[in-house]
């Protein structure tokens, strides 16, 4: 190690250093810039490689903000972030500390998006691990480096399904890199415990095979049993290098995204965000809308456009609270209607995933329906005939929700719930101001990407964006607080609880849904307590011997700020 956590006999902790000069400068996490006392200068060999004036963190953040601001386009900001992540990893998250409103979309969703389209164009520093195909056979050699003794947290994507965007091959690693900066600044997760990796097995997309500045390998994706080894051989090494690590999927296509979670759930801590945490998100934004609507959850009727394994996620975990409000197993899921590009899922359909198939209706309701082909069941279709409370967007396509189905729905229903979840913004199924424009200001609203305010009763109104940003970060302090063997189903759930119940709403159903980015890291705290007390429950935490588990999970919690150091 470069460095080593010390005390000294105050109790006042400290770094012990190795590195000096341009090597000291040079890396991220020790990286204090013009903020270096000039005893340190003196003691490091950095007088004269710095500008003599010294000054401190809040003045670097003032002016790295007016840096951000001078930007013209969304991508300037988000390489100019980049750059000052690799450069300065303490004022990175300074940074993003104190302006995490305006800073969120551009380190993460809808821009990240963007980011991975233009990766191998903007590329700059390496960051995290690539493991390429053609490498499959020294993984465990490149997990082995000691920089990475401290890791804890690993978000791993092969790069396939990028928010709506498709194939990204290698520029996917923006993805991981994305979601560990908001483990580290909504939960406090130390950027030393994080581990970004983007298994290369090649790329279908056309544009990026023939593009000379691509990165990644320029090859078909590998499919089948070479896809399953390779995948294999990678979680063998990550349960031998890291026996106490969360491993967090990320935009796996769909026909990989479930297959995946199901072979290695009981293998290691683990989960995937784009099912899971995406579902525990619309719960927890459903369970603070119904208490605005004024309704039970075991009286809402869910139509979700998108039946893929976020949607089928989604369904499973409202279902699963419909049951815990008092239906049985089959009125729960008679509450639902799935919708893909095929129409209305039925149970009769050749090639239904198995993780669709409680969904799917039976034929005979269209006895009792009005509809306009009988081979296809639009989402107007469903909309005038299932008369939903709750409409879910994860398609992907933008403007499905249009004016007729808005109206349609809001004949039948007092207040509409209207979730467009889909991602980045140009995505969206949906614009907030229409939604508001076509119920009369009556529909209650999340949407998956951020809107400007929409105008609510005269008054200016935050649009609730249904992040997952909500419950990641604080499931993954959770989780490694209290060393978890194992995710669980009802960890979502009780993490869709903790949000709920931090709703503004709660108190005031004319309020937010949810709370303003800028309590976040009290959200993950709460997030965090629920998700560890039931891994504690379940018996599947290999670490309880602590006197009070609020204070072990805020010991935790990394913060910004610039320690003293001394020469080794």
Same mark, same amino acid.
């Not at 013209?72 to 004022?91: A, F, M």
């Given at each position: 190690?470069?460095?080593?956590?010390?005390?000294?006999?105050?109790?006042?902790?400290?770094?012990?250093?190795?590195?000096?000069?341009?090597?000291? @400068?040079?890396?991220?996490?020790?990286?204090? !810039?013009?903020?270096?006392?000039?005893? $340190? *200068?003196?003691?490091?060999?950095?007088?004269?490689?710095?500008?003599? =004036?010294?000054?401190?963190?809040?003045?670097?953040?003032?002016?790295?903000?007016?840096?951000?601001?001078?930007?013209?386009?969304?991508?300037?900001?988000?390489?100019? @972030?980049?750059?000052?992540?690799?450069?300065?990893?303490?004022?990175?998250?300074?940074? &993003?500390?104190?302006?995490?409103?305006?800073?969120?979309? &551009?380190?993460?969703?809808?821009?990240?998006? /963007?980011?991975?389209?233009?990766?191998?164009?903007?590329?700059?520093?390496?960051?995290?691990?690539? &493991?390429?195909?053609?490498?499959?056979?020294?993984?465990?050699?490149?997990?082995?480096? +000691?920089?990475?003794?401290?890791?804890?947290?690993?978000?791993?994507?092969?790069?396939?399904?990028?928010?709506?965007?498709?194939?990204?091959?290698?520029?996917?690693?923006?993805?991981?890199?994305?979601?560990?900066?908001?483990?580290?600044?909504?939960?406090?997760?130390?950027?030393?415990?994080?581990? +970004?990796?983007? @298994?290369?097995?090649?790329?279908?997309?056309? $544009?990026?095979?023939? #593009? +000379?500045?691509? &990165?990644?390998? %320029?090859? +078909?994706?590998? *499919?089948?049993?070479?896809?399953?080894?390779?995948?294999?051989?990678?979680?063998?090494?990550?349960?031998?290098?890291?026996?106490?690590?969360?491993?967090?999927?990320?935009?796996?296509?769909?026909?990989?995204?479930?297959?995946?979670?199901?072979?290695?759930?009981?293998? @290691?801590?683990?989960?995937?965000?784009?099912?899971? !945490?995406?579902?525990?998100?619309?719960?927890?934004? /459903?369970?603070?809308?119904?208490?605005?609507?004024?309704?039970?959850?075991?009286?809402?009727?869910?139509?979700?456009?998108?039946?893929?394994?976020?949607?089928?996620?989604?369904?499973?975990?409202?279902?699963?609270?419909?049951?815990?409000?008092?239906?049985?197993?089959?009125?729960?899921?008679?509450?639902?209607?799935?919708? #893909?590009?095929?129409?209305?899922?039925?149970?009769?359909?050749?090639?239904?995933?198995?993780? %669709?198939?409680?969904?799917?209706? =039976?034929?005979?309701?269209?006895?009792?329906?009005?509809?306009?082909?009988?081979?296809?069941?639009?989402?107007?279709?469903?909309?005038?005939?299932?008369?939903?409370?709750?409409?879910?967007?994860?398609?992907? %396509?933008?403007?499905?929700?249009? $004016?007729?189905?808005?109206?349609?729905?809001?004949?039948?229903?007092?207040?509409?719930?209207?979730?467009?979840? =889909?991602?980045?913004? =140009?995505?969206?199924?949906?614009?907030?101001?229409?939604?508001?424009?076509?119920?009369?200001?009556?529909?209650?609203?999340?949407?998956?990407?951020?809107?400007?305010?929409?105008?609510?009763?005269?008054?200016?109104?935050?649009?609730?964006?249904?992040?997952?940003?909500?419950?990641?970060?604080?499931?993954?302090l959770g989780l490694i607080a209290v060393q978890a063997t194992r995710v669980t189903e009802k960890m979502f759930m009780e993490a869709a609880k903790a949000l709920a119940d931090c709703s503004p709403a709660k108190t005031d159903p004319k309020a937010n849904l949810l709370p303003p980015l800028t309590e976040i890291r009290e959200v993950s705290l709460q997030v965090a307590m629920a998700v560890a007390k039931e891994a504690i429950a379940e018996k599947i935490a290999d670490f309880t011997d602590f006197a009070d588990l609020e204070t072990h999970i805020r010991g935790m919690m990394w913060a910004p700020a610039y320690l003293a150091y001394k020469k080794i």
């Amino acid at each position: 190690m470069d460095y080593e956590f010390a005390t000294d006999h105050a109790g006042k902790p400290y770094l012990k250093v190795k590195l000096a000069d341009f090597a000291l @400068l040079s890396h991220s996490l020790l990286n204090k !810039g013009t903020a270096f006392p000039a005893e $340190e *200068r003196e003691a490091f060999g950095l007088i004269g490689l710095l500008p003599p =004036s010294q000054t401190t963190l809040a003045i670097q953040r003032a002016r790295s903000f007016e840096t951000f601001q001078s930007k013209v386009s969304d991508i300037e900001k988000y390489i100019y @972030l980049r750059d000052l992540q690799d450069s300065n990893e303490t004022l990175f998250y300074s940074l &993003i500390e104190e302006h995490i409103t305006e800073l969120m979309p &551009i380190v993460y969703t809808p821009i990240v998006g /963007l980011g991975c389209q233009r990766y191998s164009h903007i590329y700059r520093r390496p960051r995290g691990v690539f &493991i390429s195909y053609p490498d499959r056979n020294c993984i465990e050699e490149i997990l082995s480096n +000691p920089r990475f003794d401290e890791v804890k947290v690993i978000v791993v994507s092969d790069g396939e399904r990028i928010l709506g965007l498709g194939d990204q091959g290698a520029g996917g690693m923006g993805i991981p890199i994305g979601k560990l900066a908001l483990y580290t600044a909504c939960a406090g997760i130390p950027p030393t415990a994080t581990l +970004p990796i983007l @298994l290369d097995t090649g790329t279908n997309n056309l $544009e990026l095979q023939k #593009d +000379p500045l691509y &990165i990644g390998w %320029q090859h +078909p994706r590998v *499919r089948g049993k070479e896809y399953a080894e390779f995948i294999d051989a990678f979680v063998s090494a990550i349960k031998k290098r890291f026996p106490h690590v969360l491993l967090q999927w990320e935009d796996f296509a769909q026909e990989n995204a479930n297959p995946l979670l199901e072979r290695y759930r009981d293998q @290691l801590c683990t989960f995937n965000d784009d099912i899971q !945490g995406t579902a525990a998100i619309a719960a927890g934004t /459903l369970f603070a809308a119904i208490r605005v609507t004024g309704t039970h959850l075991r009286d809402q009727r869910i139509a979700v456009f998108g039946a893929g394994s976020a949607g089928c996620g989604i369904s499973k975990l409202i279902m699963q609270a419909m049951i815990e409000d008092g239906l049985s197993e089959d009125e729960a899921k008679s509450r639902f209607c799935l919708i #893909d590009q095929a129409g209305l899922l039925f149970d009769d359909m050749e090639n239904l995933q198995t993780f %669709q198939k409680p969904f799917a209706k =039976s034929r005979h309701i269209l006895t009792q329906w009005q509809h306009e082909n009988v081979d296809t069941i639009s989402l107007h279709d469903v909309i005038k005939n299932f008369h939903p409370t709750l409409l879910i967007g994860v398609s992907g %396509q933008p403007g499905v929700f249009t $004016e007729k189905i808005v109206r349609e729905m809001a004949t039948h229903v007092e207040r509409p719930v209207i979730f467009p979840l =889909s991602n980045p913004t =140009s995505r969206s199924e949906a614009d907030p101001t229409d939604l508001m424009n076509w119920t009369n200001e009556k529909a209650v609203i999340g949407t998956g990407s951020p809107f400007g305010n929409i105008i609510k009763q005269g008054q200016s109104f935050r649009v609730d964006q249904t992040n997952n940003c909500y419950i990641f970060p604080g499931m993954g302090l959770g989780l490694i607080a209290v060393q978890a063997t194992r995710v669980t189903e009802k960890m979502f759930m009780e993490a869709a609880k903790a949000l709920a119940d931090c709703s503004p709403a709660k108190t005031d159903p004319k309020a937010n849904l949810l709370p303003p980015l800028t309590e976040i890291r009290e959200v993950s705290l709460q997030v965090a307590m629920a998700v560890a007390k039931e891994a504690i429950a379940e018996k599947i935490a290999d670490f309880t011997d602590f006197a009070d588990l609020e204070t072990h999970i805020r010991g935790m919690m990394w913060a910004p700020a610039y320690l003293a150091y001394k020469k080794i």
